[in-house]
T-cell receptor, first 111, second 114 residues
């Protein structure tokens, strides 16, 4: 059965800290790995990763995929209180045409 | 171009009643996915539909739950005889085609069963 595991489940940091969120997966028919940010509403898309070793960047957020070791990381530098959210990792199964999500990492950034 | 629209945003039902959740996909999208998010958990896939077809319902409980996506109108997720354990946020996402991995999510319907 396809599986996506995120760690840690929760994380509390102070503003200015750098955090690394982990996502490992065991899947068939891998097409891409996706990261979402979820506050008190619908998940919003952050990154889609399909190629190993290529870093995607958006401001203070960046993510990279390792297809050999089957994991991805999401980095957030100089964290702000507005980064507090649940970060969800998902993989997209080509054959099934659907995404399977991990349980998420709850990030709390304290002032 | 309006995003994915879900309604109602909040729904309260007594045990044993029916809950009907609606999802209008983004314009031009014919693929709809329903996810359930229990408190303190991630999103769990329920069902994947195309217009008038259920493609994959492997994540949907076999009893009391059903989904449809008619030729005209929104996709409907129906939960009959709701129980307390059905209380959750139900999210709908849509995409242009099955290879489009960037699905867009609606704001969700928060179902509370009392």
């Amino acid at each position: 059965e396809d599986k996506v595991v995120q760690s840690p489940l929760s994380l509390v940091v102070h503003e200015g800290d750098t955090v690394t969120l982990n996502c490992s997966y065991e899947v068939t028919n891998f097409r891409s790995l996706l990261w979402y940010k979820q506050e008190k509403k619908a998940p919003t898309f952050l990154f889609m990763l399909t190629s190993s070793g290529i870093e995607k960047k958006s401001g203070r957020l960046s993510s990279i995929l390792d297809k050999k070791e089957l994991f991805s990381i999401l980095n957030i530098t100089a964290t702000q209180t507005g980064d507090s959210a649940i970060y969800l990792c998902a993989y997209f199964n080509t054959n099934a045409g659907k995404s399977t999500f991990g349980d998420g990492t709850t990030l709390t950034v304290k002032p | 171009n309006a995003g994915v629209m879900q309604n109602p945003r909040h729904l309260v039902r007594r045990r044993g009643q029916e809950a009907r959740l609606r999802c209008s996909p983004m314009k031009g999208h014919s693929h709809v996915y329903w996810y359930r998010q229990l408190p303190e958990e991630g999103l769990k896939f329920m069902v994947y539909l195309q217009k008038e077809n259920i493609i994959d319902e492997s994540g949907m409980p076999k009893e009391r739950f059903s989904a449809e996506f008619p030729k005209e109108g929104p996709s409907i997720l129906r939960i009959q005889q709701v129980v307390r354990g059905d209380s959750a946020a139900y999210f709908c996402a849509s995409s242009y085609d099955r290879m489009n991995t960037e699905a867009f999510f609606g704001q969700g319907t928060r179902l509370t069963v009392v």
